[in-house]
């Protein structure tokens, strides 16, 4: 993995970045819709179970999007995400 893939989202934004299916959700408790970045180029909520991809630096963080990835396991994700 190159390192430009390895830092296709800054520390920062991944901070302040969640899942906004989960935040919607009361279930999740004080905290909800934490995000980790997986394969350098996907955001994988554990509470939704949504996996957002990163196309061109940019996080797509529509819930339908999460949702398309969500029974797709971590090791079966591409790389790079596809265009659509």
């Known amino acids: 993995m190159s390192s430009e893939a390895k830092h296709?989202?800054?520390p920062e934004l991944l901070e302040i970045l969640r899942c906004p299916l989960a935040v919607q959700s009361k279930e999740y408790g004080d905290d909800?819709?934490?995000l980790e970045?997986?394969?350098g180029c996907w955001l994988v909520c554990a509470d939704s179970g949504l996996k957002y991809p990163i196309r061109d630096g940019i996080p797509v963080m529509l819930i339908e999007e999460g949702q398309r990835w969500?029974?797709?396991p971590i090791i079966d994700l591409p790389v790079p995400p596809p265009a659509k």
């Open 32 to 34: 909800p819709g934490r």
């Open 70 to 72: 969500k029974d797709t």
């Open 8 to 10: 296709a989202i800054s």
């Open 37 to 39: 970045l997986v394969q």
